[in-house]
């Protein structure tokens, strides 16, 4: 059974950083595409950034210049570098897997920004 687990969510305050980490195991053959999706309280869950197994990277434009995703396909992890981050960045942050043009989903991880 896949299973994606997402560490690193929490408390911060404005301007201040964090970073997610998403850890895929199980058997799983080769992931292709992995990436971070985000749902915040009373709104759709959206992209926040993916990346290709070669390492190609898309963002979404909210978290452009502030957000940079990365991934080590030996470990099979995906991880999110989050800075000067917002009130409205506050969501549940899901990792996101995909192999064999199936989805894997993480259960979600909570990121609060708040003064």
């Known amino acids: 059974q896949v299973q994606l687990v997402e560490s690193g969510g929490g408390f911060v305050q404005p301007r201040e950083s964090m970073r997610l980490a998403c850890a895929v195991s199980g058997s799983i053959f080769s992931i292709g595409g992995m990436g971070w999706y985000r749902q915040a309280p009373g709104k759709e869950r959206e992209l926040v950034a993916t990346?290709?197994?070669?390492?190609?990277?898309n963002y979404a434009d909210s978290v452009k210049g502030r957000v940079a995703i990365s991934r080590d396909n030996a470990k099979k992890t995906v991880h999110l570098q989050m800075n000067t981050l917002k009130p409205e960045d506050t969501a549940v942050y899901y990792c996101n897997a995909v192999s064999g043009n199936r989805p894997y989903w993480g259960k979600g991880t909570l990121v609060t920004v708040s003064s």
């Open positions: 990346i290709t197994r070669s390492g190609s990277t």
